[in-house]
């Protein structure tokens, strides 16, 4: 995904704005989660909220990997991204 001044890309995912991407969970230590896809609506320090149809669900990060598509799939372990977003892209 590109912009007038940057490029998201799996190197830099993590320090990114995650709101509006389109996600799919991979893993999850709830099966009920697992291949939930969507597009990101919201993200807290501890958790994503997607889009999947019109019901929003509430994902802990720490309990799932994400796959993200930036133009390219890219996975993303949700433990790597335990922080505030604003936090997170400063880095």
Same mark, same amino acid.
């Given at each position: 995904?590109? $912009?007038? #001044?940057?490029?998201?890309?799996?190197?830099? =995912?993590? #320090?990114?704005?995650l709101i509006g991407l389109k996600v799919l969970v991979c893993e999850s230590s709830d099966? $009920?989660? @697992? #291949? =939930? @896809? $969507?597009?990101?609506? #919201?993200? &807290? @320090?501890? &958790? /994503?909220?997607? =889009?999947? $149809?019109?019901?929003?669900?509430?994902?802990?990060?720490?309990?799932?990997?994400?796959?993200?598509? /930036?133009?390219e799939k890219v996975k993303l372990d949700g433990k790597e991204i335990i922080r505030r977003?604003?936090?997170?892209?400063?880095?």
């Open positions: 995904m590109k $912009g007038k #001044n940057y490029e998201i890309t799996k190197q830099n =995912l993590k #320090n990114h704005e099966p $009920g989660r @697992k #291949n =939930l @896809k $969507g597009k990101v609506m #919201n993200e &807290t @320090k501890n &958790t /994503i909220v997607i =889009l999947v $149809g019109d019901e929003e669900k509430i994902l802990p990060k720490k309990e799932c990997v994400f796959e993200f598509d /930036i133009c977003p604003e936090d997170r892209i400063k880095e």
